[in-house]
């Protein structure tokens, strides 16, 4: 259940106050931008109260495999946990690619807040999901 807790932790960081969040996928290009767009899409989901979407979109299936082995309902942990956030602005700042995976460095919160995290994603076809989250 850790690796789930922690990468709910990392979707609900508590931050800053702020408007509109902006898109980090921005910066990237080419596939680097392809590996930033599931946290895009964690941080779209949390601010959207769609679990259905990190569950079922942004996790890869060894991961689900995972919760399901330790007892956790994903969808219910998910949404618990966009529940309890303050805010939920993620940023990518660096993206590294080694074959059919690849690890973001993310940063949420901001000041004395601020918190780095990286997430390790895995090519699923055309797509990258999310793997697993290293503090």
């Not at 899409?41 to 109260?49: D, F, G, I, P, V």
Request: aromatic content about 2%; proline content about 2%; glycine content about 6%.
């Amino acid at each position: 259940m850790r690796t789930f807790a922690t990468l709910c932790l990392v979707a609900v960081a508590v931050a800053g106050c702020g408007g509109a969040p902006a898109d980090s996928t921005k910066q990237f290009k080419g596939e680097e931008q392809k590996v930033a767009a599931p946290v895009e899409a964690l941080e779209k989901a949390a601010r959207a109260n769609d679990p259905a979407t990190v569950c079922t979109k942004l996790l890869t299936d060894r991961l689900l495999r995972q919760l399901k082995q330790q007892g956790t309902n994903c969808k219910t942990a998910v949404k618990q946990a966009f529940k309890d956030a303050d805010n939920l602005d993620l940023t990518v700042d660096d993206v590294t690619i080694a074959g059919d995976s690849a690890t973001a460095k993310i940063v949420s919160g901001k000041g004395s807040k601020e918190k780095t995290d990286t997430l390790q994603l895995t090519r699923d076809g055309a797509a990258w999901k999310i793997d697993l989250l290293r503090s």
